[in-house]
């Protein structure tokens, strides 16, 4: 199944830049620019990134191979079609997971270890793990539900019923995330600097946007990498900066990325990419329609609908690949409308800089990463298009006049 459109869009790693004025005090955590490991870091990460995706895709086109015969062996023991759904999902999508645990290791911690970007023990990451798997499996839960409840009792509107779920669970999600999800993982509290929290909140006003909060967040548990995202819909939206970030910029740079996560309010990109996940779910839903509907309706044996799940998940694999360079390219879009709002709002293009560039070496981030990962995998755009962002900024200035006619209320909304 698609990962949250919504939540995706909303976890947002401002990733870029290099060069520009370093903040006078840094704490002994920010490594030296080591363009070297930052290059091996990327390539080690690649290859895990690529052996993952092959390993699912092995993984689940040998079991549309022999779904059918497992599916019609458990048929001998179990007489309840819900039963043996579960049954027939758990030990797929399980051994997916017993079969992935080992890249997972490797990838999530002895690498991050090796470039000591983590603070994990071999525990703490398994506890992290347990936590994804068990809140996976609730969402598995209602949504092989609903999937198969709509297969069965939906009549021949199914499909539909199962794109409008889709749709409302995401929202739903979205809005939950804050409150919910967010917390299993990781505590937030309220930033605890009066100045900064007032500097940031009358920016927010200035855009027009009522913030519920400015939290910090405390990845430094897991990480020594630095994020911030918007995140929530409504009364739940709030802005959330990591420990790690707070501890490591200063106000102005802390000005630029929360300017950037304005940036996306004011153009409304959660709710364009929840337009964008309603069409891309939309597509989804078609090809599993193509799978499933030959078994519609309760008074079909169940063996070929569960044997089939095989497929789905398949298709659900494939999927993203597909249509990630089309919603990636969209995501870019909205990073850099998000920038040049950040830069129109603060007016401030040395922060704009050191903070990327902080965020650089905080989190290794390959400045230069190919052209056909950018374009397959990278919802942000790449770090030294980023800076070349703010130069052109600059230039587009010096065309428009002195500092200070760029007033907040000349924003396209
Ligand atoms: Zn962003």
């Known amino acids: 199944m698609p990962e949250d459109q919504t939540t995706e869009i909303a976890r947002d790693t401002v990733v870029a830049a290099s060069v520009g004025e370093q903040p006078a005090a840094l704490p002994a955590v920010v490594p030296e620019l080591d363009l070297r490991q930052i290059k091996e870091y990327a390539r080690v990460k690649r290859w895990c990134h690529l052996s993952g995706i092959a390993l699912s895709l092995a993984y689940w086109i040998a079991w549309v191979s022999l779904a ?21 999902a758990l030990v797929m999508v399980g051994g997916h997971i017993v079969v992935g645990l080992p890249l997972d290791y490797y990838s999530g911690f002895v690498v991050e270890r090796r470039f000591d970007l983590s603070n994990q023990t071999p525990w703490s990451w398994l506890v992290f793990q347990v936590k994804t798997w068990l809140v ?35 929202i739903v999600l979205a809005k939950l995330f804050p409150l919910v999800i967010l917390p299993l993982f990781y505590p937030a509290k309220p930033l605890d600097s009066p100045t900064l929290v007032e500097r940031l909140t009358a920016m927010a006003r200035g855009v027009g946007m009522t913030v519920t909060g400015v939290y910090n967040l405390a990845l430094s548990k897991d990480t020594k990498k630095a994020n911030a995202m918007l995140a929530g819909l409504g009364s739940t939206r709030r802005v959330y900066l990591s420990d790690t970030l707070v501890g490591a910029f200063g106000e102005d740079q802390i000005a630029v990325v929360f300017a950037h996560e304005l940036g996306h309010h004011i153009r409304r990109h959660i709710l364009k990419m929840i337009a964008l996940s309603a069409v891309v779910s939309s597509i989804l839903v078609a090809l599993i329609w193509w799978r499933l509907n030959p078994f519609t309706g309760s008074g079909v044996a169940w063996v070929g609908a569960v044997a089939a799940f095989a497929q789905v998940m398949l298709i659900a694999t494939l999927y993203p690949l597909v249509i990630g360079p089309a919603t990636n390219a969209v995501s870019r879009r909205f990073e850099r409308q998000a920038d040049r709002l950040a830069l129109d709002l603060t007016n401030d293009p040395p922060a704009y800089r050191s903070a990327f560039d902080l965020l650089t070496r905080m989190n290794l981030a390959d400045p230069d990463p190919p052209r056909w990962e950018e374009i397959l995998f990278d919802d942000h755009p790449a770090m030294n298009k980023r800076i070349a962002l703010a130069d052109e900024w600059e230039q587009s200035r010096s065309l428009r006049g002195p500092v200070g006619t760029c007033e907040h209320t000349s924003i396209p909304q």
């Open 68 to 88: 059918a015969g497992f599916v019609t062996w458990l048929d001998n023991g179990i007489d309840n079609r819900w039963i043996g759904l579960f049954v027939a």
């Open 136 to 170: 996976g499996g609730i969402l598995a839960v209602i949504l092989l539900g609903g999937l198969y409840g709509a297969l069965w009792y939906g009549g021949a509107a199914w499909g539909v019923y199962v794109w409008i779920g889709m749709m409302v669970l995401s």
